[in-house]
């Protein structure tokens, strides 16, 4: 997805933000659990391999697909073959950690609800969310183990291949429902749930979403993969009257596209069409933003599309395109949250994208250089 140098310039600070002490640049709006998210926690296990064992498991170089039984010996193979790295991930999950990083203070901003099993990847998991300072409340069962993810990098390519286990077992009555959960929904304002989850939960996204309509709040969903477009598609359809900002890439565009008889292959146009399909809240216009790579960005609102360049990157810089178009959406919603510029949003997804192909997983370093 998006890339480049990892350098931001600098905002013009107001009179009164240049006389305000350190401890007060966050803006008071920003508080905890402002940001909302519900997904997939997957634990990615990232390994470089070669042409051989994507054709083994007639895998693409650059895709996501959920695992079938016959993908079921792959991820042992891949730790007994390859050197692996791990990493707490899921698309979602992914996204919210990373806006939290980019906001940095207070901690707590970004809030989880996910499944996870009673072993040690979902100890893992739990170590890592607190490590990064987010408020993970992950629905615990014993039914299933943790889900996971095989990352495979060939190049600058990565293929996907999620085993959900635990993830496909959230449950919204046991735990989206609960009271004291259902409270953290309330304290947000912002929402987002990759297209991942219409797998999952359906009746959980339209809860949320729903909330979101009728509280005048802001609710961003992603297209995520082409199968969600083509095999989900009546889920999809369910919860698109609801979506105030939809992500993707140009894959999924096109896919989506096809899918929606738009009969057009312009991504400009595809943005267009797709902001205007019906919607529940008036009172918002939807904003359709489609990454295309190293290409510019495109983002359909109000009665224009607009189109930004990607920061340039050396290609011998990148180290893994893992996690880039996560790392984009949780730039972006780092300034949606904070009601910033949907400019500043791109350019904040831009810059997240580009620290993120630079290392290996959807890692960062400690703190953001972006103002």
Known sequence: MASG?????????TKEEKTQSPTKKTPAKLSPNALFGMGNP??????????????????????????????????EELV??????????????????????MIQEPHLVGTFFGCIGKDEFGKTLK????EAHIDARYYEQEEEPTGSCAAL????????????????????????DLEENWKLVEKAKVFYIAGFFLTVSLESILKVAKHASENNKLFCLNLSAPFICEFFKE??????????????????????????????????????????????????QRIVVFTQGKDRTVMAQSDEVKTF???KIDPKDIVDTNGAGDAFVGG??????????????????????????????????EKPDFN
């Not at 296990?45 to 079938?68: G, H, M, T, W």
């Not at 600058?156 to 449950?171: E, F, G, H, P, T």
């Not at 140009?250 to 797709?274: C, L, P, S, V, Y």
């Not at 500043?344 to 290996?360: D, F, K, L, P």
Request: hydrophobic share 35%; charged share 30%; glycine share 4%.
């Open 309 to 311: 360049p990607v920061l």
């Open 42 to 75: 997957l634990l990615d296990i990232s390994a470089v391999v070669d042409k051989d064992l994507l054709d083994k498991y007639r895998l693409k170089p650059n895709d996501q697909i959920l695992a079938e039984d016959k993908h079921k010996p792959l991820f």
């Open 332 to 365: 972006f919603l780092s300034q949606l949250v904070q009601e910033k510029s949907l400019e500043q949003c791109v350019e904040a997804g831009h810059y997240s994208a580009n620290v993120i192909i630079r290392r290996t997983g959807c890692t960062f370093p």
């Open 153 to 176: 990098i060939t190049g600058d390519d990565r293929s996907l291949v999620a085993n959900l286990a635990a993830a496909n077992c959230y449950k919204k009555d046991k735990h989206l």
């Open 235 to 284: 889920n999809l359809q369910q919860v698109m009257p609801y979506v105030d900002v939809l992500f993707g890439n140009e894959t999924e565009a096109a896919t989506f596209a096809k899918q929606q008889d738009f009969e057009t292959e312009d991504i400009k146009e595809i943005a267009e069409k797709t902001r205007d399909l019906k919607k529940e809240n008036a009172k918002r």
């Open 80 to 101: 007994k073959t390859f050197e692996v790295e791990y990493h707490a991930g899921g698309a979602t999950q992914n996204s919210i950690k990373i806006a939290q990083w």
């Open 5 to 13: 140098e990892p350098k931001a310039k600098k905002l013009k600070l």
């Open 127 to 130: 170590l890592k969310a607190e």
